[in-house]
């Protein structure tokens, strides 16, 4: 019992800094999927429509959970406009907005994004997948403020 305590105050204790720094900086890439100089860049990209708008996260795992979830979670509770979730073990990916982004970043828009980023997926870019994520939401969302209808 000691054991499984001590098991998930480890987990909790992990995932915490996880998106407490996915909101300070808007690239975690835990699984090493950028060179320095990528995420350099990228950092300058996410950040053209201001602090907490957009963010990639890259996880060696999600450990069980669902990446929607995760990624939904993460954009509510880290205040994150649009984040884009990557975990290598599931080979699976997700592009979510919170709520309040919602009407510029909607079903559609993210369906439109994640399009264009799949063939940057299925190669191996993921740098191109993210700039890719990062030049349509930036795009989507020009001219935008947050909470005044458009």
């Known amino acids: 019992m000691k054991k499984i305590l001590c098991l998930l105050l480890v987990v909790l204790a992990l995932a915490l800094p996880l998106r407490v720094s996915a909101a300070a900086n808007p690239v975690v890439d ?22 907490n708008t957009l963010a990639v996260v890259t996880l060696n795992s999600l450990d069980g959970q669902d ?11 880290a205040g994150i406009g649009v984040v884009f979730v990557i975990s290598m073990a599931e080979r699976k990916w997700c592009i ?3 709520a309040e982004y ?3 970043i909607d079903a559609y828009v993210i369906d439109e994004i994640s399009a264009q980023c799949v063939p940057y997926l299925k190669s ?7 700039e890719t994520f990062a030049n349509c939401c930036n795009s989507y969302l020009e001219g935008f403020v947050l909470g005044q209808s458009n």
């Open 67 to 77: 990446i929607e979830d995760y990624a939904e979670e993460l954009a509510e509770t």
């Open 30 to 51: 835990e699984a090493d999927l950028l060179t320095d100089e990528q995420e350099y860049e990228l950092i300058h990209l996410l950040g053209e429509q201001g602090v």
């Open 102 to 104: 919602k009407p510029v």
């Open 124 to 130: 191996g870019d993921y740098y191109g997948a993210f």
């Open 96 to 98: 979510t907005a919170a």
